[in-house]
T-cell receptor, first 113, second 114 residues
Framework: AQSVSQHNHHVILSEAASLELGCNYSYGGTVNLFWYVQYPGQHLQLLLK??????LVKGIKGFEAEFIKSKFSFNLRKPSVQWSDTAEYFCAVRRGGSYIPTFGRGTSLIVHP | ETGVTQSPTHLIKTRGQQVTLRCSSQ?????VSWYQQALGQGPQFIFQ???????GRGNFPPRFSGLQFPNYSSELNVNALELDDSALYLCASSFGGQATYEQYFGPGTRLTVT
């Protein structure tokens, strides 16, 4: 069965620090990759997605992610975090052509001002 | 443009009972997916409805069933509730039944089974 691993369950950073959240998946074929964010008290929303093409994907709010096929990874990065980035972050993977996404268990990010 | 709405916000049920959760999709969307999110876990796909037909299902037993109506709103029904069904139930809508869609999530219904 396909699985998605998010290595860091809790991350605490100070403002202006750099962020990298890891995401690895187990499926070897074509994949669609997503990062979602859930701010406190808000709905789950899409940060960025990868379907094909340039493996470096830019999303909203200065986030980016790099798809490294050989490492089955899709890590999320931001060069300088802000207090407002405090949220829960979820990586999700879907086999190409499938309707069924598999989510990781999430990473809770706290940014101290 | 209205977003995805879900009702009720919270619900408490007893083991063995049945529950119906409701979702109104975002304006213009014809596809609805349902997810279960247990505490400390990511959302788990239950099933998807496209134009009133189920067109994808995750690893959930048949006591989890759904409906989609002509206006594309949807219901999730769970029979014979078990304690492990306690979770946040999320609905997401999108346009088109293809796998390249972007989903928009609702706020969820928190179900507690005692």
């Amino acid at each position: 069965a396909q699985s998605v691993s998010q290595h860091n369950h809790h991350v605490i950073l100070s403002e202006a620090a750099s962020l990298e959240l890891g995401c690895n998946y187990s499926y070897g074929g074509t994949v669609n990759l997503f990062w979602y964010v859930q701010y406190p008290g808000q709905h789950l929303q899409l940060l960025l997605k990868y379907f094909s093409g340039d493996p470096l994907v830019k999303g909203i709010k200065g986030f980016e992610a790099e798809f490294i096929k050989s490492k089955f990874s899709f890590n999320l990065r931001k060069p300088s975090v802000q207090w407002s980035d405090t949220a829960e972050y979820f990586c999700a993977v879907r086999r190409g052509g499938s309707y069924i996404p598999t989510f990781g268990r999430g990473t809770s990010l706290i940014v101290h001002p | 443009e209205t977003g995805v709405t879900q009702s009720p916000t919270h619900l408490i049920k007893t083991r063995g009972q049945q529950v119906t959760l409701r979702c109104s999709s975002q304006s213009g969307h014809n596809t609805v997916s349902w997810y279960q999110q247990a505490l400390g876990q990511g959302p788990q796909f239950i099933f998807q409805y496209y134009r009133e037909e189920e067109n994808g299902r995750g690893n959930f037993p048949p006591r989890f069933s759904g409906l989609q109506f002509p206006n594309y709103s949807s219901e999730l029904n769970v029979n014979a509730l078990e304690l492990d069904d306690s979770a946040l139930y999320l609905c997401a809508s999108s346009f088109g039944g293809q796998a390249t869609y972007e989903q928009y999530f609702g706020p969820g219904t928190r179900l507690t089974v005692t």
